[in-house]
């Protein structure tokens, strides 16, 4: 029965990608979303296109400039939010209490990168990426959950195709994006008592400010991937993340958030990549772990056995 459910889990996995978005389906009234890391990329895209429609955005940001800025968008207001530090967490939930609109939608995008080899990176950097990635949604989430639950509202979290993927030195950010794959799961059924729905987007790669912040943490601590054993892969990696051409603006990933927020039947799970090569190598590596969870075990499904199941999966994401 295990077998059975895990290999079903994946193979739903496998059809959740980007939907059509359709803008009838946002309610009309305006509601409140916090969504974090909304200074610049994918956040402030996401907090920009939900405040055009209509809805008010609390974005948080940490630099006092980048809260100025967001507040002088029309529906936005910045507030001091660093999702490592838990009195800021206290302190927006504090304020946005004190607004009295509520809140029915968090978006939990504030994110880091650390890509280096497993066996070399330090733990510094380790800590650095879980604590933003990992505990910045639990905590934020955590904190925000009774204004949540009192609305109905819905939990989004930004994850990655790298939660399936788990590509050369990018280990620290794929262990942390995977984790993110099981938190929803199980934040999902716990929130069902609530009428809380939740969903996690995961992005290909758009137009972001993480690989700049990247660098710059890797050259504010003097890593350059000299003296190690894998000194040439590292030092190519910098070269092309330095010269990296433009990537599509992340407009896609807004609209499976908004969908995520607002339709009447929201999705676990958003696959939404620029271009068909990352959506067929995603779900490829899928299917492969999937086929490597079946071979060889106690109970090994055959061909018709995993195609009946895949049928089961879609039958399932039809009716729903």
Known sequence: MLARFV????????????????????????????????STGIGRNVAETLAAKGHFVYAGARKASDIAALS????????????????????????????????????NNAGVGVLFPLIEVDEEDMQFQMDVNVFGPYR?????????????????TTGSIS??????????????????????????????????????VEPGNYDSAIYGTLLRRMEQRGQTGQGTRYEEEVAGFINRANNRSADKAPDEVSAAFVHALF??????????????????????????????????QEYTYDRDELIALLDSALEKTVAN
């Open 140 to 156: 934020v989430t955590k904190a925000f959950a009774p204004l949540i639950i009192e609305s109905g509202g819905r939990i989004s």
């Open 263 to 296: 339709d009447e039947n929201p999705k676990r799970r958003y696959m939404v990549v620029p271009n068909e090569n990352q959506a067929k190598i995603t779900i490829e590596k899928a299917i492969e772990e999937l086929v490597q969870l079946n071979e060889g």
């Open 72 to 107: 002088s968008i029309e529906n936005i207001q910045g507030i001091r939010l660093d999702v490592t530090i838990q009195e800021d967490i206290d302190a927006a939930v504090a304020h946005i209490t004190k607004e009295g609109r509520g809140l029915y939608g968090l978006v």
């Open 163 to 200: 939660g399936i993927l788990s590509g050369f030195l990018a280990g620290p950010y794929s262990m942390s994006k995977h984790a993110m794959e099981a938190y929803t799961d199980s934040l999902a059924r716990e929130m069902e008592k609530f009428g809380v729905e939740v969903s996690i």
């Open 7 to 38: 290999l079903a889990s994946l193979l739903g996995l496998l059809i959740t990608c980007a939907p059509s978005i359709n803008d009838s389906a946002i309610a009309a009234e305006q509601k409140a979303v916090l969504v974090t890391g909304a």
